[in-house]
């Protein structure tokens, strides 16, 4: 079983930032894929960022060049950082782990998800 805590969220002004944290506990984090997702009013959960448990990194094209996935495996954390904001960023954001190799883009490959953290860009 993996545990897993979002943090950082709130509001921002388009061409801001923020940094997403999660953090999880239940079992070893070091081999374990990590995902985020986020999920708009009125609209699909969609995919975000993944990295693997070796570092590889995948993006949806929406956010390549201005969101960052990172971990720290000796905190047992995922990061995602977010740079020039838009307001279409607007969503809840779950962070989601896998007990698998690859940085997958699919959601349902996830086990393990968080509660969520809201992320506003006002314009």
């Known amino acids: 079983q993996v545990q897993l805590v979002e943090s950082g969220g709130g509001l921002v002004q388009a061409g801001g930032s923020l940094r997403l944290s999660c953090a999880a506990s239940?079992?070893?984090?070091?081999?374990?894929?990590m995902g985020w997702f986020r999920q708009a009013p009125g609209k699909e959960r969609e995919f975000v960022a993944a990295?693997?448990?070796?570092?590889?990194?995948s993006y949806a094209d929406s956010v390549k060049g201005r969101f960052t996935i990172s971990r720290d495996n000796a905190k047992n954390t995922a990061y995602l950082q977010m740079n020039s904001l838009k307001s279409e960023d607007t969503a809840v954001y779950y962070c989601?782990?896998?007990?698998?190799?690859?940085?997958?883009?699919?959601?349902?490959?996830?086990?393990?998800w968080g509660q969520g953290t809201q992320v506003t860009v006002s314009s």
């Open positions: 990295i693997s448990w070796i570092g590889v990194t």
């Open positions: 239940g079992r070893t984090f070091r081999r374990t894929a």
């Open positions: 989601a782990a896998d007990d698998r190799f690859d940085a997958t883009m699919r959601d349902y490959e996830y086990d393990y």
